[in-house]
């Protein structure tokens, strides 16, 4: 099995295992969704049975309060003789269950209306009733309801007015005809003096959940009409989240009793309090399960391009040292079984034996370089380098491998122009560049080698060549190890060539760059400091 194949077997698997956890991740997720979705529904169904629970208990409250300390006390001061109506003065104490209170806090006016013929009376040292004889109808209407059903005292709001009040009544006398409905009205002001001392006292949730308070200041508790006015509101604020609500009942003009559990009460009413939404941390470990999954992803194309560069630099490798090898190989045994013609046929056959060996050697000194490179194991030994001198020793080095296309190689360059660098690294880096530009481009081209002094103090060595040149979409992907062009298919190469000359070149703390030539083809600049001239 090739590496390829290997490569392709563990991106499969690897990408089998990112989908297998991703849809795991999404199952526990979605579980974990539904759980605290489910719990949340438990809980906050509870806390409605709360709201019910704490609305039917504040109504029987209500109920028993308005009648037993409003209702029923004031009712009772007012006496009917006949004709003639008695009600002690304002300022008279009486006592009621939740304490003893002023007739006058209780009621502002007394009437007595016969359900049968009469006009509206008011009894002496009270205010009049005057006006009254507008709602006589409504309370007398209703008061025959009363007697119906039995009850013994009635009441409801009256908003026929500016002023909303309430009137309470009672009917009196055994006979039909001398039936009377006695009553009074108050200021709707009242309702909360006189309600919230029993609300706050009374007891409305289970003491397993309150300890020994009342545990009314979790709750809020509002009375209203049949309307939606309100006419009494306590408690930490009224949010109708978790709410409920309950009637007083026509008795008491179908008042409602609203209650409502706020969400900050939630924690003391049920353990743990509301269940806080797992979709943000589950969208987390989503959003985080994806970028893993896109790294495994982009990390397995990598892999996959590495493999690929590597497959190409093996065979690469492989045929420029086959190659060499195979045409020693050929003329040594040629020389060996003595089938040369002639002198200049031995003569051309050492030549080609000495220009693949020199061509072995380049090639196994890039590959040495290279892996030292990489291991971090080069050092620069920078000295005074004068380049005209320098570059003609290596061109003649490399005239052989040039002559092999009919390359022409030249350099122009100032005389005693020096650089600071490694003699050898500076040489691997020139040898590499002309070893590219005869690779690439066409038979019979001429090289040049120039060397041009920078005013940043700074000494360019030069090559240029005649080939296609690199366009500017590849230049900075030259120097990247294993990369080799679209296009060069045809040619032989390892792809490590131009990126050792960029580390060489870097290790003696310069820098190269690639750009047209003036005539065409590609130009290959390295910049060096510049030495000091003797």
Known sequence: MSILTSSRARRGLMIVCLASGLLVIGA??????????????????????????????????????????????????????????????????????????????????????????????????????????????????????????????????????????????????????????????????????????????????????VDAQPGNDLISVRISTPEGRTLYEAGPGFDPTYSSAASLGPRLGNLRVETAIPVASASRLVIGGLPYSRIPAVAAMLLVTLALTAGGMLLLRQERDLVRLRERFVAGASHELRTPLAQIRMFAETLRLDRVRSDEERQRSLEIMDREARRLTYLVENLLQFSRARAGQMRSAPEQVELRSFSADVLEAFRPLAAARDAIVRVTAPDEVTALADRDMLAQVLLNLLDNATKYGPEGQTITVSVNQQGDGTVALQVDDEGPGVPPAHRGKIWERFWRGPNTDHTTGTGIGLALVKELVELQHGSIAVAAAPGGGARFEVFLQQGVTA
Do not use: C
Not at 63 to 68: E, G, R, V
Not at 148 to 172: K, M
């Open 28 to 209: 526990l997720g979605y579980e974990a969704i539904s759980a605290a979705r489910a719990q949340r529904q438990t809980v906050e169904s509870v806390l409605r049975d709360y709201a019910e629970l704490a609305a039917e208990q504040y109504a029987g409250s209500t109920a028993m309060t308005l009648d037993y300390n409003w209702l029923f006390p004031a009712l009772r001061q007012l006496r009917s003789d006949g004709d003639a109506l008695s009600v002690p003065a304002p300022d008279t104490v009486i006592n009621t269950q939740g304490g003893e209170r002023r007739l006058g806090d209780l009621a502002k006016r007394f009437f007595a209306i016969p359900i049968v013929g009469g006009t509206v009376r008011s009894p002496e040292g009270w205010p009049s009733i005057e006006g009254y004889d507008t709602i006589r109808d409504r309370i007398v209407q209703q008061a025959k309801v009363a007697l119906e059903e039995g009850w013994p005292i009635a009441a409801f709001v009256d908003d026929s007015s500016d002023a909303e009040r309430l009137i309470a009544y009672a009917i009196t006398g055994s006979e039909p005809e001398k039936r009377m409905v006695v009553g009074f009205t108050a200021n709707l002001a009242t309702f909360g003096p006189i309600l919230t001392p029993a609300l706050r006292a009374d007891r409305v949730l289970p003491r397993s959940l």
